[in-house]
């Protein structure tokens, strides 16, 4: 934001020798909103991690004014979750947190999310979990091996049903797992590159894939392929634009293969120099794809865009604001749903082994 | 019936039942015995079109103005039914209307990149100009594609017969002109040339401040303008005139010592125009332009070797053929039937990038493209005519034809879509006239806003399935007075747009985000409705113009502000301006006035918020978010602004004219914007524009 900080110095400084003066603006707090944020995270069943169910968290508090310092907590109020056949009650566990006990939460089943404050109207959201089998997507090298040369992988959404898209829409960002010593840390990488022609341009930042760079010193097999992989990569697409944190894809109903890579790359388990196999490696950065439901998805963009605009200088002198988009009647927040998918973005490690075997 | 609708039922018959008494106790006779020659003086100014101002060129001249330099839209800003923008600038919001719903247009031509300066001074120089008009309603057959005002500038013509110069400085704006035949009678030139000397001083500033500005290098500043015209008489009946016009504004710095980083906007305009008279009474004025706009926000680093270019640009590139057929028809008034055709290449918010040799990139790919073209033909007709020598009237009619390939999508989408502009005028009296316009417009070019500062870094894009063209319905109504040097004209107005546009992310329109502007677009309605006041002295010694505009404008968004109404950023309820000028002194060496601008607006809307509370992410990491309890939900303090000036005119054998005079007298901090500083808690109002002085001068050679 260098270019409107010199603008302004110059009508500053140079013509306008203006002035800033404090002026009274006193929010009015006893009507500050409810704030509700629930996210249900629709899993398949057969996993292992989830034959149990999960503990569903929600948040509730008040908004606070501008210059109040402590949010207020909501722990008188009765929380509780309809879907299916089923009613599912939030307990209190303090600090503005409510759970449920294990539950499972299903795909393409509405869920309504009720809230009763004493003295407030009934603030309620609907939410309908996205089908976990409406959309599949996998890597093109699972089916063919791309040219030997082509460090760029790519994937393929295969849709199973386009009267269940119900404007979902996929987030994907990159992360590396990083070994600290005691457990595995996955850290989202800080950029993403994408050829997806429906790729959401408001994040795009002010640098190209070219222009990163590899984090880090190598010091095994395993970092040494990385940093090749990379600078091969960033060869063939070094061109393209990289979007801040993540990309949204707004629609789905493309059957091309696209390329989604994230950058800077780190050796792998740079932090504590782990040896690592090559099972691991192989999965060691992967894409995580998110298939979100409308209204989570206009939430998410909204807080994106909102986040962005703090970067800006002129946020503070030119002001679009406006509210956070929200399903939440009567209140702040969000209530959606979603489903996940992890996908490794790099080749397999044979080959990595053989490409480096041919540089180190 | 809101209270609108009530002022506008109530007042317009009570100022018609107080005129009309007023008439009546006045010896009609005695005036008319008296004073014929003041009644063709009355009868011209009666007869001036609802809905039109004439831009008083030699009243601007002695306007002060931040910058020091006479402005036509400076003197618009003073009229009724026109609400500013940011203090200061030269945006113009007109009967509700959004900035890019105004056109302003230079022989014809549209001139889209509108400002110079940051926004501080229009493009374009008086000079040039010889008659401006500005219209926000009755618009005639050949005004199309656009929904608020046309400001219509004409160009000055070289003189046939003697050669002269002038040459002018001002606070901020060096320039001069030139007038004089190249072939005695037959060819003649006109052309001007301003320069700013702002890069000099801001880096003359900079060596004396340093501080935040020392990371800063290589500070340029480019900024002039230049027009010429040739006129050629081929004989009694036919002329032709070739302009050209360009504009320019640069700005660029080094920062760091590594990344160039600049901004700017260019306007160039290439004119040709035939006018001739044919038989049996009709006359002819055809042409042909080329106008193109281009803003372009640009980064140069060095990477991998390489000197690497990343360039966000946004042009148009338009050329427009039309002709116009007019003929005076006995007793049934004039006829102008006519014809435009333009094709227009849009690229906004494209991004590139360029190489110097290295091996990343393809040279000159599109990374983002947004590139589209637009024709728009349009056939029009006009018929003035009087009636009963009481009642005169003006329709035009306008069809266009709409086609244009949105971004990457070869197949053409057409669309058809009439305007209509009427205007009557009905003298119950020689003095007092009742008027009214009715305008049903059409607009295909939609402006995304940035700072309302009337920067032309705005982005220009055309209409398309997601932005379908604006659209205006405007009515107006009042009287017209006119008593020997006195005019009064009052009158109410509503209009409703719609598919208007929101921009919700302005503020990346200085940011390389600014490719994804397709995806911040809001497409909505609004209204304004309001009561426009103008009283008008042109005495002797002493001349003075006083406005007062009472309106209300709002606008309406599905995916804004929860879809409810809420008032425009710039709804200012109250708006008085009132200009005098007093000559002191007028004789044959010298003339000495002062003049006088005092302004009151209400202030215009900021959205504020009153509290805050956290955010989730798909990632965990949410920050703070603000909650509004609406949009524009803070009125912001009144704006009250006094300028005062002085004007000398040296009558010697080369004539020289001052203005001396300052701007903001009071030295009220008036608002600008509201901060909120997270440090200390409060919201902060920032103001721009102290008191300054202001300073043109002028010499004839």
Known sequence: MLKVKFLFYMLLILLLPGCVETIVMDPKEKDLPVVVNCILDAVDESLPEYYDGQNLTLNLFYAKGKSQDEFIPIAEAKVFLQGGRQEIPFTYQGDGLWQTEKVKVQGNITYTLNVEIPGRERIWAETKTPRLDTWTLFHRSYETLPPEDDYVPEFVVEEMGRQDWDGCVLWASGWELSDTGEDDVWRRLPFVATNHPYADDFNLSDKLFAELSFQGIPKDYAGYSYQEAFGKIQEQIGNYPVHEGFVRIGRLDYDHPFFIVPGPLFPPGCLEGTTITQDALYSWSSISFCFVTKELDQYLRSVAVHDLSLESNLTYLYSTSDNIASNIHGGLGIFGSMCRSMQPFLFTPGRAEEKSGQSF | MNHFHFLFLILIPTFFVISDIAARSQDVGE??????????????????????????????????????????????????????????????????????????????????????LLGLASAYPTDIVSEASFRMGGFRGDESNLTASHIDLRTVDGSFTNASCNVSASTLLLGATVSMPLVRDKVSLAASLRVSPLGPAFRAVQAITGGVLDSLSRTQAIVYDAFAKANWRINSDNSLSLSIFQSLDRYSYRYGGYSDEGMGWDNLIVNARHEGRLGNNWSVEDGFAYNRFTGRQGIVRAMHGTQNSLAILSSVNEWTADVVFARALPRKGDVRLGARTRFTLFNPGTSSTFKGGGPLLPLDSPMTDHSSHAWISTLHAQWDMQLWNRLDLMASIRLNVYGADESGNPAWQWRINPEAGLLARFAISPWLSMEATADWTVQYYHTLEGIPLGWSVDLLVPTSPACPPEQARQFYAGLFASFGQHRFTVGAYDKRMGHIVYFADASKLFSPAIAGWSNNIEVGSGTSRGIEFLYELDG??????????????????????????????????????????????????????????????????????AAEYPSVTLWGEGGMLDYFSSVNNYKMPDYIRLDLGCRFLFKTRRPQELNVGVYNVMNRHNPFSVIYDNRSREWKQVSLLPIMPSFNYRIAF
Do not use: W
């Open chain 2, 540 to 609: 002797e010694r002493f001349d003075c113009r006083v406005a007062y505009t009472l309106s209300k404008t709002d606008r309406t968004f599905e995916q804004v502000n929860g879809g409810r109404t809420f008032p425009a950023k710039f709804d200012r309820r109250h708006i008085f301006n009132a200009t005098a000028s007093f000559v002191l002194k007028d004789d044959e060496r010298r003339s000495i006035a002062l003049t006088g601008l005092f302004t009151f607006q209400s202030g215009h809307r900021e959205t504020v918020a």
């Open chain 2, 31 to 116: 005036i008319r015995d008296t004073l014929r020659s003041a009644r063709i003086v009355a009868d011209r100014r009666a007869t001036r079109d609802a809905g039109t101002r004439i831009v008083a060129l030699p009243e601007l001249r002695g306007m002060v103005s931040a910058t020091g330099e006479a402005d036509v839209v400076k003197y618009i800003q003073t009229m009724p039914g026109v609400s500013t923008g940011a203090e200061g600038s030269s945006a113009i919001y007109v009967r509700g209307g959004n900035l890019g719903s105004n056109l302003t247009t230079l022989d014809g031509v549209a001139l889209y990149g509108g400002s110079h």
